[in-house]
């Protein structure tokens, strides 16, 4: 069902085409002084987790999809916002959520969910949200009216929460847990306007981490195919890879959780 979020994106879109300026020049992708980009991306999604109780024992892993019923494919918001700050250098703004609730009675058990211990049978409610968002500062290594290549270090601040909850006439059962940081991200990215009306962008993130308590890896991946309608408006269409890798040691957050989501996108950008 389209909620609220995909409404707002749908007037959102509609808003900026509106905004655009009036006709000019086609001018090169890699002049453009500031780039807002609001469209959606169709994600499929592959979920394992395990969330170990307060004590250290270890979970169960549980398939986020076939044991907990979370959909393997969902529509959800994109946004994404450049700015040059120089000839050579940009800011970079970009957000990404996955946010999936269902409910689903239990194949097996019994099986442990931190602090709590689910039942086969158990009507399992199921909350798992993913929001990522990031911040850049990019220099343009390479630097031409119909090529550019950026290399980016940015900061993601990253945070996931999940929860279960079993509410019948005999058992009410309720845990949560979250994890949340801003993490260090280099990137690098590619743009290349061999056309008039149409130009290529790319993107690659990828951060490894390993500290006291939490160690893993994100990595963020898109390739879009761009058609200007307009001087300032282009469409793009295009494919994004997000893949999550975490481990925590945290004391009151043990687990482990494992998330590649990808899809196609489409999106509009202004520009000018």
Known sequence: MINNSKILVGVSLTLIASAALADGDYFSPTDERV????GVVHLSSATSMRVDNSAGTAGTTFNGESDLGLDSSDV???????????????????????????????????????????????PVQTDLNLRVFGVGFGHSFLHFEKFELTGIIAINDTELNSSVRVQSATRHVYDSQS????????????????FRHFYFDANAKYMKISVDHLSGTLSVYDADVFYRIHPNVALALGYSDTRVNLVSRQQADQGAFVLESKGPELFLRVAF
């Open 76 to 122: 959800e918001p994109k946004f994404e916002a450049a700015v040059r700050t120089g000839g050579t250098t940009r800011l970079f703004f970009d957000y990404f959520s996955l946010d999936r609730s269902d409910t689903k009675v239990l194949a097996s058990g019994p099986a442990a969910y931190g602090d709590v211990v689910l039942l086969a049978g158990d």
């Open 179 to 194: 994890l949340a940081g801003p993490f260090p991200t280099p990137a690098i990215a590619l743009t290349w306007a061999p």
């Open 35 to 38: 780039a807002l980009s609001l």
